[in-house]
């Protein structure tokens, strides 16, 4: 697992202008930012969404209590920014319709259809399984990104797993 | 020998994916991999800078001697800001009826607590004064501007060099370093909250600067205290002043709290508490370390053993508005309509 002990000087650094810093964070947390956005809007806006998460991030550092507590500081903004953009679009049922008219062509309308399948699960299991079928993290990054404690995300994989391969399809 | 069950297998998958494959996760994973995040394909975009205008050489020398006007302009303009004749009383910009026109030097202004009245700073700049307020103008000249404010509470807007403005108050003096704050006295008590540049309480036992977004009270019984953020949170704004009053019996929970709540824009507060010999400095040197290490050449032990340079280079290199910058303030010279600031 990545060792994050760097992180108090990648992120004074990052405060006083240092912008290969923060992009080493960004290249670090992108991912699991992504994911949380990703388990409540459509990919289009999940990856615009990521780089505002960034530059306000970035705006806000000084205000971290914790370098530490990096990863689920900017994920619980992520979280936040989901809920503004859903404020002011549609909601993630009619966007999860859209997602096969996608501009990424590299990205088939079957991923499409299985994001959507875990935009219908309960709230509790979406971004669990987001960050690990989506984005790879492991048990203990997702516990991590999201505050959960190592339990509650294999509880929240294990179930959410089962509802979602039945609704996919994926035989064992 | 166990055979581990279908969702033992699956489970142990989700967990760590260098763990045996389970084929159900892996259908799913492979299904939902093309929308993973690539932070190299989709790089951080900084905003851009400014495009550099090529234009040609007349426009370039038109530009430069629009540039010296401007500059020369400026510089007059600037110059009879910061002029003021010895003595001469200052304007006030919007007054009660029952208050006089002018402030003259040795003249007292008492506002009940209803009314408030902006004073024109020379030129330099205003001060809101509002109720129940009691204020002397003792001395003005170019330069050099000082007020006694015996109790009530002021808005001070200043653009002009570091010390131009001082307000007494019974608990020390109040320092502008090119700057706005608000200031409220009484008997034995000023507060102070700086909303840009910096500000120098001082009294006979101690001075502290203060930044903008800072707070900072002085007492006349201790040295002005150290500056801390105003949204640094309540608890620890509570603990840094209740250690500071050395009145509190438990000092161990104090420093716990402060410790505990500290964020990195707080290590300014930290740094001040270890130049203080505040108990705890030791930790206070570990945790600032920890949020904001000090820049090459300084060590939070070498502070800790009386490296003062070091905790002053250590105090410099955190993003804090330049001391000295007061010129960068240059929306504190302007009226406050223009400014958005009050």
Request: glycine share 8%; aromatic share 6%.
């Amino acid at each position: 697992m990545r060792s994050d002990a760097d992180l108090p000087t990648l992120i004074a650094t990052s405060i006083g202008g240092d912008r290969e810093s923060f992009g080493e964070l960004y290249r670090r947390f992108s991912r699991p930012v992504h994911g949380v956005l990703m388990a409540r809007l459509a990919p289009e806006d999940a990856e615009d969404l990521t780089h505002d998460v960034f530059m306000h991030a970035l705006e806000h550092l000084w205000e971290l209590r914790e370098p530490a507590a990096f990863g689920g500081w900017i994920c619980a903004i992520a979280r936040r920014r989901a809920t503004d953009h859903h404020r002011r679009t549609r909601p993630t049922e009619v966007l999860a319709d859209t997602h096969a008219a996608t501009d990424r062509p590299d990205v088939s309308a079957d991923a499409h259809r299985a994001l959507a399948e875990i935009q219908r699960l309960p709230e509790a299991y979406r971004e669990t399984l987001v960050l690990r079928l989506v984005e790879g993290l492991t048990g203990p990054e997702i516990a991590a990104a999201t505050g959960l404690t190592p339990d509650s995300v294999r509880v929240n994989l294990h179930r959410g797993f089962r509802l979602l391969r039945g609704q996919l399809g994926v035989t064992p | 020998m166990t055979i581990p069950s279908e969702d033992d297998r699956i489970d142990a998958y989700l967990w760590d994916a260098a763990a045996p494959p389970d084929d159900a996760v892996r259908q799913a994973e492979q299904r939902l991999g093309a929308l993973r995040f690539d932070p190299v394909r989709t790089p951080l975009l900084w905003p851009a800078p400014a495009p550099a205008v090529v234009g040609h050489r007349r426009r370039w020398l038109y530009g430069l001697a629009a540039a010296v006007v401007i500059i020369a302009a400026g510089w007059s303009l600037a110059e009879w800001r910061l002029s003021w004749p010895a003595g001469r009383a200052w304007t006030m910009a919007a007054t009660p009826a029952s208050l006089p026109e002018r402030l003259a030097v040795g003249s007292t202004l008492t506002l009940p607590a209803s009314e408030s009245a902006r004073v024109n700073i020379a030129r330099i700049g205003t001060m809101q004064v509002q109720g129940d307020a009691r204020m002397t103008l003792e001395f003005t000249q170019q330069g050099r501007h000082r007020l006694a404010l015996e109790r009530g509470t002021v808005r001070v807007r200043v653009w002009a060099p570091p010390g131009s403005v001082v307000v007494r108050t019974p608990a020390g003096d109040v320092i502008d370093l090119g700057c706005a704050f608000d200031l409220t006295a009484d008997a034995d008590r000023s507060i102070v909250r700086v909303r840009s540049g910096w500000v120098q309480l001082d009294n006979p036992i101690g001075e502290s600067l203060v930044p903008a977004g800072a707070v900072s009270e002085m007492l006349t019984d201790r040295a002005p205290g150290v500056a801390v953020f105003e949204d640094a949170s309540p608890d620890f704004q509570a603990a840094v002043r209740a250690l500071e009053a050395s009145a509190n019996p438990d000092v161990a929970a104090l420093v716990r709290v402060i410790l505990a709540q500290a964020r990195p824009r707080d290590v300014l507060t930290l740094l001040l508490l270890i130049d203080r010999g505040a108990p705890g400095r030791d930790q206070f040197a570990a945790r600032a370390a920890g949020l904001f290490p000090p820049p090459a050449g300084v060590t939070a032990n070498g502070v800790l053993r009386g490296d003062r340079d070091g905790l002053w280079r250590w105090r410099d290199s955190l993003p804090l508005p330049p001391a000295k910058s007061w010129i960068r303030n240059w929306r504190d010279g302007l009226p406050a309509w223009l400014s958005g600031r009050n």
